[in-house]
């Protein structure tokens, strides 16, 4: 079970943004798929439509993520430490990935780098003032 409630949502963002990239190989399926492609159109009036590509599926996806994770980091939980780790290594494979691999260097690509490090920083920040406390219970604490 912690292979799917510990491991980072970003995780599974990042991966099935690899897989949209490196499928296109070796997918038949995937090979008209793009970061440009179409999802969908909603005609909002007669000279104006709605456009959603996969590109912003992928920044919708990313914004549930941040709450998910963000929400996941406030309850208390024995693997606590490893989820923020994970998170960290998951945030340094985003940055990473953005200055080597060449279908990574966009904006959407980065704005998910970013959440990702926000997830990160953020769990361990909410982490840390948990553990403060529980530390300095009832103001008698080591803490003072």
């Known amino acids: 079970m912690f292979f799917i409630t510990g491991m980072s949502t970003f995780t599974w963002i990042l991966l ?3 897989i949209l990239h490196v499928g296109a190989d070796h997918i038949s399926y995937m090979k008209d798929l793009s970061l440009h492609t ?5 005609h ?3 000279e104006r439509d709605f456009v ?4 912003e599926v992928f920044l919708i996806l990313g914004s549930l993520a941040l ?3 963000i929400a996941k980091a406030a309850t208390a939980s024995k693997f606590g430490a490893t989820e923020t780790l994970l998170s ?11 200055f080597m691999v060449s279908w ?15 997830d990160a920083t953020g769990g361990f920040i909410i982490e840390l003032n948990a553990a403060r406390r529980d530390i300095n219970v009832n103001g008698g604490g080591i803490l003072g």
């Open 38 to 42: 179409v999802v969908l159109t909603h």
């Open 88 to 98: 960290f290594i998951v945030a340094m494979i985003f940055i990473v990935m953005f």
């Open 67 to 69: 709450f998910i994770e």
């Open 52 to 55: 959603l590509r996969i590109r």
């Open 16 to 18: 099935a943004y690899v």
């Open 104 to 118: 990574a260097q966009n904006a959407t690509f980065l704005i998910l780098g970013m959440m990702s490090l926000i």
């Open 44 to 46: 909002i009036s007669p």
